[in-house]
Structures are given as structure tokens and as C-alpha cells.
């Protein structure tokens, strides 16, 4: 549209005479125009140039009028541009219905008016320009709402403040600059869009000079001779505040502003959603890290090793978890999980535990002590409290030992003939199932025996079985019992979104 609120119009008309009255009439009426003389120079002209409405005479020498119009609705690029039919001789029925079958919108007939011509193009350009904006909005929303699924979905601040930036990019076809929090207090990111797509983020201190206003869009220099309109918003007056930043002229409406405004308040609450999990995250990291063994036992006949591995940043806590107690002369150890994913997981993965430590004071029986936390689950914590877990009463004199499941992964012992899980199976803890009763087995001299829970052998896209069988075929019995649950973690524990627990004990050679 010309600055004025007119149209671009480009007039079609072999006839110089009647080519000349059409333009007159439309610049008149605050139209621009363009005039081609030929349906061919009128196709040139339109993939070169940018017009919102074409007057086009349905006899011209080179090709119809019809056939033009054709072509125009059949490229994407021009194909929401309105065309109005004009023929110098009164034209059958049929042949009106042939225009606009082909593309016209409106079909004229000479001796065609000056109003009536102003009229219909008016008619054209309000269906057409009404058309456009929905078609605008209806981009421009569903811009915003992925725009905000992906700040939504950023699992770290850094990537949250990239986010911004691409989303108010994206949402305002401009450049754009985005600051937001660390999340630990540590500075700022700020996260800016370049030509190709692209979005630089970097760790800069924190910014004293941001507008301290709840919300504020104006044209400071925020940036040091780089005028900007900007959007500051904080959820609370103690919360870091989010900017965002774009050229003056990408918010020159209403709507604009409040689109920044928009994409600014989405930035903030999910920053401020972030810091939450984050926080928790960390919490129950260190109360599950709390509630394992600060150290294990030093007993000669019966070395051990163990390693506990978070999920990553990205996932949330679970109740993996790992014991190890004396028995008079023998090792009650466990290996279990709580089932979900949870500061609330590992809650109760501090019970079970506890409650373990409690009920092997008096019960030396593995599948006693599984009766016993089953019970105790079924009735504190049902449904939520469903647990694996596999204990391990040993010997470590003469490697007798007594073994009992609860729908855990069972111990794989790795010994100079290979290596082999045990067939030890039972339900799981906390659905009041009858228990099978405890197996004995013997550890050979030299032998290794491996406990892990699932997050070592689950693996995307593959099931428990074949994550299994690739953990039994990487342990061996020798070598070093750390370093071997070192190579175990970095092989199969990259990147997964559930806790690790693993355990090994050796019965040295004889």
C-alpha cells in the first residue's frame, strides 16, 4: 500500500485511450499505477514487482485476459492478488462465468463508470487487505505460540535467553537482542540473532543500568549508541528482570509493542518456572546424595566399589540408591528404586532405605527383609512407592551367599567362565504380592558380582534385554573394581534422563 493508505494498481489494456481513463481515474483516487500494455509485459511486471490489485482487460493481443488471470492465481506469489475483469464489448453470460471461474474477482463491462470502476477495486482491496491482515495474525499467532513452546521447553537459562532472542526475531521479523538471568546469581546471558538465523549467547556481569520498572517499553539506548525499543519485565522486584530489545521501527503499533511485551512476560515466567526445578533438582540431589553411604566398608575379603549418577540437567531426580551394612560376619547389600521421577522419589527412597537399616538389625533373611519394606510401602506410600530392589546377604570368608528380587535387574556375576545373571525374580515392592523365598548361591574365588539399577542398561529405542546383554559382554572379572565402574558409567550413563546406581564387590583368588 502507498503511504497514503492507496494501492499499487497495475492496469492492463492494449487500447492507449482506455488505458489512460482507467489509470486517471485511479490516481484520482489516491491509487498509484502502473500501466503494461500486453498480458505478457503484465506478467514480467508482476514477478518483479510488488502491486495489490490488477485492472485487467480481457482482450489483449498476445494472450486473453483469461489466461492471465489464470496464471496470476496459479503462482503462490501472486495469487492473492485481486484481478478485475474489463471487457470493451458487452460480453454472454457465459463469458463472465469463464472470468470468474479463472481467477477474476469482478468482471466490468464497457462503458464502464468512474465510480462504478473506483467502486469494485475499492470492494476488491477491502475483501483482500481483510484477507491479508487475518492471514498476518494467524501467522504472527502461531509464530508466538511456538515461539513460546520453545521457551518453555528450555532446559537452562542460557538456552532460555537464546530462545528470547530467536523468538522476538521470529515474531517481529527483525533483529533482536535478548538478556536474561543465570539462574545462580552469576551476571546475566545475553543472547543476539544474526542475519543467518543464528543466535550468539554469551556471559556478561550483571547489568545495573536495566530499567528497574516492572514493565517499560520505550526507545532508551540500552545498548550504547544502538537505539532500541525494549521491553524490561520482572516477576517480582527482587527476581532479575528479562530484556528484550528490537529496532524502533518493528514496534511501530499497538500490536507490536504488545507482542514484545508478550514474548517478555512468557520469558519471565518461565524463567522464573526454571529456577524452581532447578532448584528442587538440586535439593533433592543433595538429600539423595545424603542418604547413601558417605563411604564403604574396608573389609579385605570382600572389596568394593560404587558410583551414584545423577540424571542429567535436563531430567528430574529419581530414588536410585545403593546400601551396604554388616551383619555379624556377613554383608546385607542392597540395590534399589523408587519409581518416578521426584523430589518426592527420592523422599521416599531415604524411608526405604532407613527402614531397610532397621529391619536388617533383626532379620538376617533377604526375602524377610523385602516382605517387610513391601509391607511397610503398601500401606505408607501405595501407588507412589512402588520400588525395585535386589539384596545380597554375603559370606565373605567362603563366599556363600543368599540372594532375594523384587522386580529389580538381577546381580551379574562375571567369573573365569564368563559372566551370567542370576535367575533370581520376585514382584515388586509396595503391591502386597506373596514373596518367593531367598536363593542360595556361591561366589566363585575371583569372581566379580555386579548390582545396577536400570538407568545403566536402558537405552532409547532399544528394550531392557538387549541393554542387558550389552552390560553383561563389557564386565569381566579382573582388573580394577573403580575403574571398571568408571569405563561402565562413561560408556553406557551419557545423557540419560534416569539415575544411575551401580555396585561391585570381588571375592579375591584364593
Known amino acids: 500500500m502507498t503511504p497514503d493508505g492507496g494501492a499499487h494498481v497495475l492496469v492492463v489494456d492494449d487500447i492507449e485511450a482506455s ?37 485487467l482487460d480481457v482482450d489483449l493481443p498476445d494472450m486473453s485476459g483469461f489466461d492471465v488471470a489464470e496464471r496470476i492465481k496459479g503462482d503462490p506469489r501472486t495469487a492473492v492478488i485481486p484481478v478485475v475483469h474489463v471487457s470493451a464489448a458487452f460480453r454472454e453470460a457465459e463469458d463472465r462465468i469463464t472470468g470468474l471461474n479463472r481467477g477474476a474477482d469482478a468482471y466490468l463491462t464497457e462503458p464502464v463508470d468512474a465510480g462504478e470502476l473506483m467502486a469494485t477495486v475499492e470492494a ?63 551476571g ?62 518493528a514496534v511501530a503499533t499497538d500490536e507490536d509493542r504488545n507482542l514484545l511485551v508478550q514474548l517478555a512476560q512468557s520469558t519471565v515466567l518461565a524463567a522464573d518456572a526454571l529456577r524452581a526445578y532447578v532448584e528442587e ?24 566399589a ?17 546400601e551396604v551394612t554388616r551383619q555379624g560376619d556377613r554383608f546385607l547389600i542392597a540395590i534399589g528404586d523408587v519409581c518416578g521421577h521426584s523430589i518426592g522419589a527420592a523422599t521416599i527412597m531415604g524411608e526405604v532405605r532407613h527402614a531397610l537399616r532397621a529391619y536388617a538389625v533383626e532379620e538376617e533373611d533377604p526375602a524377610e527383609i523385602l516382605r517387610k519394606l513391601d509391607a511397610m510401602l503398601s500401606r505408607y506410600h501405595p501407588i507412589k512407592g512402588l520400588t525395585t530392589m535386589c539384596l545380597l546377604l554375603v559370606d565373605p570368608v567362603d563366599g556363600s551367599a543368599i540372594v532375594a528380587n523384587a522386580g529389580h535387574i538381577p546381580p551379574l556375576v562375571a567369573h573365569a567362565g564368563g559372566a551370567d545373571y542370576l535367575a533370581v525374580r520376585g514382584p515388586i515392592l509396595g503391591i502386597g504380592l506373596p514373596r518367593p523365598p531367598a536363593e542360595r548361591f556361591q561366589v566363585p574365588p575371583g569372581a566379580l558380582v555386579l548390582l545396577t539399577t536400570d538407568g545403566l542398561v536402558e537405552h532409547s529405542g532399544a528394550d531392557l534385554d538387549e541393554g542387558m546383554d550389552l552390560l553383561r559382554d563389557a564386565v569381566g572379572p579382573d582388573g580394577d573394581m573403580e575403574a571398571l565402574c568408571d569405563d561402565l558409567v562413561a560408556r553406557f550413563g551419557a545423557n540419560k534422563k534416569d539415575d544411575i546406581a551401580l555396585f561391585a564387590f570381588r571375592r579375591p583368588s584364593a
Not at 556481569?205 to 544502538?226: I, K, N
Open 188 to 249: 546475566r546471558w545475553i543472547a543476539r540473532t544474526a542475519g543467518d538465523g543464528e543466535v550468539a549467547v554469551a556471559q556478561v556481569p550483571e547489568l545495573d543500568e536495566l530499567p528497574t520498572g516492572e514493565s517499560t517499553v520505550a526507545d532508551p539506548s540500552w545498548d550504547p549508541g544502538v537505539p532500541a525499543a525494549v521491553a524490561v519485565i520482572r516477576s517480582t522486584a527482587k527476581r532479575p528482570a528479562v530484556l528484550l530489545a528490537v529496532p524502533p521501527s
Open 306 to 322: 560404587a558410583r551414584y549418577v545423577p540424571a542429567s540437567a535436563h531430567a528430574e531426580i529419581g530414588g536410585d540408591f545403593y
Open 19 to 55: 488505458r489512460y481513463v482507467r489509470a486517471s481515474w485511479l490516481r484520482r483516487g489516491g491509487h498509484r499505477v502502473t500501466e503494461a500494455v500486453t498480458g505478457g509485459q503484465a506478467l514480467e511486471l508482476l514477478a518483479t514487482r510488488e502491486f495489490d490489485i490488477v485492472v
Open 281 to 304: 533438582h538440586q535439593l533433592a540431589l543433595v538429600l539423595q546424595r545424603s542418604l547413601l553411604p558417605r563411604e564403604l566398608p574396608d573389609v579385605p575379603e570382600l572389596p568394593m
Open 124 to 186: 476488491a482491496l477491502r475483501y483482500y487487505r481483510a484477507r491479508a491482515l487475518a492471514e498476518r495474525l494467524a501467522d504472527r499467532l502461531a509464530k508466538l505460540t511456538s515461539a513460546t513452546r520453545a521457551i518453555n521447553a528450555a532446559g537452562d537459562f542460557a538456552t532460555l535467553t537464546a530462545e528470547a532472542a530467536r523468538a522476538a526475531a521470529t515474531v517481529l521479523a527483525c533483529p533482536a537482542t535478548a538478556i536474561g538471568p543465570t539462574g545462580d546469581g552469576g
